[in-house]
């Protein structure tokens, strides 16, 4: 391989592993300064991550206009400042009447072109700052809505409180604020316990390396 020449390598994300702690491992092993992702996922979150190295950072920005598609889970009748795990739960409700099919037209409804709102716990930029920076300090910020395409939302409600999904979608959507927006719908809340990217366009998790082995890989050549 000619990494300054360029290379892509369709990576899986471990699970509390941020984005750029990846980026990093392959740099520092590569001994070269350009390499970067397209698209970035939460720490909490697994699956495809596509690393860019040397010229081939030329591309991101296509690989980041592509769609992605996501598995993952909700739980209803909790909520928690971040909308997942890496925060508290701060609320919670009767979600026992709750049916089905409520949960169906719920996300039927988060399905087409929307206007969503991200979530706080975000790295968009307000002013200059990492909006999560200005949350963890508990300090006010608004994030405007901004316009966002849901190709697919589909539900398995058949273990409740827990939600499995599937979902396709354009980029920029947070699944984050999807699983907000559906929570508030149905007038309970809900949090995200688990998500997976499976694709974006047509690259999929199926034929990434693993990164621990794609380092191992790397240090054998």
Known sequence: ???????????????EWTSFDVVKKVRNRLR???????GTLDPLATGLLIVCAGKATKKINE???????????????????????????????????????????????LTGDIMQVPPIYS??????ERAYKIARRKEEAKLD????????????????????FEIDCS?????????????????????MSELRRTAIGDHRVEDAYNLEEFIASLERD
């Open 1 to 15: 391989m000619d990494f300054q020449k360029g290379e892509v390598f369709l990576l899986d994300k471990p699970y």
């Open 145 to 164: 809505p901004r316009p966002v395409s849901v190709t697919k939302f589909i539900i398995d409600a058949s273990n409740l409180p827990e939600v499995k």
């Open 171 to 191: 980029k920029g959507t947070y699944i984050r604020s999807l699983v907000r927006d559906l929570g508030e719908a149905l007038g309970c809340g809900a949090y």
């Open 32 to 38: 070269i300064k350009k390499v970067g992702h397209a």
């Open 123 to 128: 790295a968009i930029k307000i002013d200059g």
């Open 63 to 109: 690989f980041q206009d592509l769609g992605k598609s996501y598995t993952g889970a909700l739980v209803l009748g909790k909520t928690t400042p971040s909308i997942d795990l890496e925060t508290e739960f701060d609320s919670e409700s009767d979600y026992s009447h709750i049916t089905t099919s409520e949960i169906q037209a719920a996300a039927d409804e």
